[in-house]
Each structure stands twice: as C-alpha cells, then as structure tokens.
C-alpha cells in the first residue's frame, strides 16, 4: 500500500496482531497499565519473468501463413499462462513464515476422497467466517476449482444438492437457467470460477480478501501485467525479429486465515 525503499526492493507487508481481550472491571481510584503492540511481517519478493521468439527472414520469406499473428498470439497466451502458474504455485504452500519466525498454516476443506459437494463448501464457507476473513466479489466467497470439480458438484442430486437445489427448485422447466446453459455460477455463497490450470483435478481454492498478494514495480515502462517487448532488428542483414513478454513480479499467500485448499476426488462423478 505505499512505495518500498527503491525500487526493485522486496515488499514488507506487516501485520499489527490484535489486543488482548480486556474483561477486567477498572478500579475507580488506578490508572490503567498500557499494553504494547505487537507485529510481525510477510515479504514478498520480485522476481524476473519473460520469454522471446524470433523468427528469421527465411521463415517470414517462404512461410505459407503470416507468422507475425501467430507469434504475437503465443507469446501473449504464454504470458497469461505463466502468470497463472506463479499464482498457483503461491496458493499451493501450506504454510507461510513471518519475519518473527511464526508460522501461519492454510487449512483445507476434503481429504481428497470424496467428489465436491454443497457440504464442503458450506463447511469453508462457516471457516473462513469464524476466521474474519472478509468476503470479495458482491459479498460473495470465491472458489477456482477444476472442471472434474465443477461436474461432480453439478451432478450431486441429494436433496440438498446442486441439481436439486439450482434445477428443481429453481425451476428446471425455464430455458436460460444454469442447468441448462452449464453454469456453475454462485452457490452457498460462493462464486464458483472454473479453471482447467490448476495443480490436479482434484486440487481447488477456496478464498476471501487478502488471500493473495502480487507485488510488482511502478517503475515506467512496468506494471501489473506482463509488457510485450518487441526488440529491434540490430543484426546486419536485418534478420532476426523477436517479439516476447516480460515481468518483473512477485506472489505470497497474505492471509492464511483467508486461503482454504479444496481436496476432492480426480475422476468424474
């Protein structure tokens, strides 16, 4: 939330640890003591990222298709990917270490036995509240699961489940409703995001504010996304062209209290 040092330096995240309930009754006639706050920090620390392709004159001279769409398509497709992936791989820790040397531990909802069900998620959702996580998106608790995740809430037909609840319920007969348009959308509080990039079919993300923290330079010329750098033709013939992404970014869990891991079953329901 404010400028670092210099830029390019990690970012300290500090974190003020509550007061002490006080339930004592004063006494008239003494002066309370005061009581001193205590802190701890997470940092987090930016790192390089980028990738480049170049293709030749010979290639551009002899191609049957422009390449240059094609290329720039790619690599833009890979730059969404790996940001993706860095991101994933911060929610996957299971325990994150402050500056003090404690400890915070992700918590999880499943034993990675059974398919995902309503149950789970009224289960996290009770957890992150008791928890004082605060909720994102219009109030809502977000999930990111996997496609085998989404099927196997969809096809949960017990009286309390998805099909009966989303179809029956609320009115399967009507065209244009979830069931039949495939949407998984918003149950028992929770936005429900569908992503086929996660670390297995069975592996999810269950989570409220400050569950993840991107750190990244403000720099000119730098942001929140990865840039496109289309680098200069310099050889002698003038060749070589390269076109390719760039980043310079960092990822942490923030809040463990924030962050559920989902662990269902990999096969379809």
């Given amino acids: 939330s404010t400028n670092t040092t210099h830029r390019g330096g990690s970012v300290r995240f500090s974190f003020v640890n509550d007061i002490d309930q006080q339930v004592t009754p004063l006494l008239e006639n003494i002066d309370v003591d005061s009581v001193t706050l205590t802190s701890k920090a997470l940092t987090v620390t930016m790192r390089e990222y980028g990738t480049a392709v170049t293709n030749t004159a010979l290639i551009r001279g002899t191609s049957m298709i422009s390449l240059d769409p094609l ?15 860095l991101a994933r791989t911060a929610l996957d820790v299971t325990t994150i270490t402050y ?3 404690t400890t915070a531990t992700v918590g999880s909802v499943g034993d990675g036995s059974a ?3 309503g149950d789970q998620l009224r289960e996290g959702v009770a957890r992150l509240r008791a928890a004082n996580v605060r909720p994102l998106r219009g109030g809502n608790y977000v ?16 009286d309390t489940g998805f099909r009966w609840m ?23 509080g929770v936005r429900l995001v569908v992503n086929n990039h996660l670390t297995s079919l069975g592996a999810g993300y269950l989570m409220g504010a400050e569950a993840l923290a991107k750190a990244y330079s403000t720099a000119p010329g730098y942001g929140g996304n990865p840039k496109t750098v289309v680098s200069p033709v310099n050889d002698k013939l003038r060749r070589f062209a390269s076109v390719g992404w760039y980043h310079l970014v960092g990822y942490s869990v923030f809040r463990a209290e924030a962050l559920l891991h989902i662990s269902t079953s990999a096969a379809l329901a």
């Fill in 99 to 101: 500056d003090d040397g």
């Fill in 166 to 188: 989303v179809g029956y319920a609320g009115g399967m007969g009507q065209a244009g409703n979830s069931i039949f348009m495939g949407e998984v959308g918003t149950y028992e």
């Fill in 115 to 117: 398919d995902l069900s």
């Fill in 71 to 85: 290329i720039a398509e790619r690599v833009g497709y890979n730059a969404g990917l790996s940001m993706d992936t």
């Fill in 143 to 158: 999930a990111v699961i996997s496609p085998y995740q989404a099927q196997q809430l969809m096809s949960d037909t017990t």
